[in-house]
């Protein structure tokens, strides 16, 4: 796994090592985040597991807002330009981010490949993190707020395994929904009481991007964030 955050084998990495690099990334992160603030940009981490269904949650938002905004993104993944071709045809620029072996997107990373994408013509500009439920949360990209995509098919109890990247969310999005009823074990109430447990202010929206379910309420959240 990654050797710079420490998360493969947590001898290799010194404590003292270790902080430097997150306070060289906040610095960069906070360079970041004064360019998106000039340009007017909102900026939005998008976390969550491989298949977790972030791109189709970045899909059915480029369908339901229109012409209204201006998107764009950048993704992280380990090999292939995938999510960058869907993102394109959905008609969001964007660019990729192949990590290699890292299990996250840093600030440094994030602000090269700025020069890559148009992002300053944009409203809204999602950074589509590795797929990851527990480093990306670790690393401030500069962005305005981080959103945690889980699926249903993913199971009730993950907020309590990996509670450091739901304590750092803003809203945490369902998806999937439109599987529940596939999933007879599984309880949509005990999933939330979950996040709520481990997320300060929880907030929640139930979505499935198949059939438009909690779009319509994720749009207005993210039209919230431009004051």
């Not at 610095?27 to 976390?47: D, P, T």
């Not at 949650?57 to 012409?67: C, F, Q, R, S, Y």
């Not at 045809?89 to 890292?102: E, L, Q, R």
């Not at 009730?156 to 599987?179: C, G, H, Q, S, W």
Request: glycine letters at 8%; charged letters at 25%; a negative charge.
């Amino acid at each position: 796994m990654c050797e710079e955050c420490g998360c493969g084998d947590h001898h290799i990495v010194s404590l003292d090592v270790q902080t430097k690099l997150l306070g060289s990334n906040d610095e960069q992160a906070q360079h970041n985040r004064e360019h998106f603030s000039e340009a007017g940009v909102v900026a939005i981490n998008l976390m969550g597991s491989p298949g977790a269904g972030k791109t189709a949650v970045l899909e059915a938002t480029a369908a339901a807002i229109g012409n209204r905004y201006a998107l764009g993104a950048v993704s992280g993944d380990l090999a292939t330009d995938n999510d960058g071709e869907r993102l394109r045809k959905a008609g969001i620029p964007s660019t990729t981010i192949t990590t290699g072996s890292a299990c996250h997107l840093d600030a440094r990373l994030v602000h090269d490949e700025l020069h890559n994408v148009p992002w300053r013509e944009t409203d809204f500009f999602f950074i589509e993190n590795v797929g990851n439920l527990v480093c990306p949360a670790i690393y401030d990209l500069g962005q305005n707020a981080n959103v945690v995509v889980l699926s249903v098919t993913e199971g009730e109890d993950k907020p309590l395994k990996y509670p450091v990247m739901f304590r750092v969310a803003d809203l945490v999005l369902i998806t999937k929904m439109d599987l529940l009823e596939h999933l007879p074990q599984m309880s949509i109430e005990t999933l939330e009481e979950n996040v709520r447990r481990t997320m300060p202010g929880a907030k929640t929206i139930r979505m499935a991007a198949a059939t438009g379910l909690g779009v319509r309420e994720w749009v207005e959240w993210l039209e919230a964030r431009r004051g």
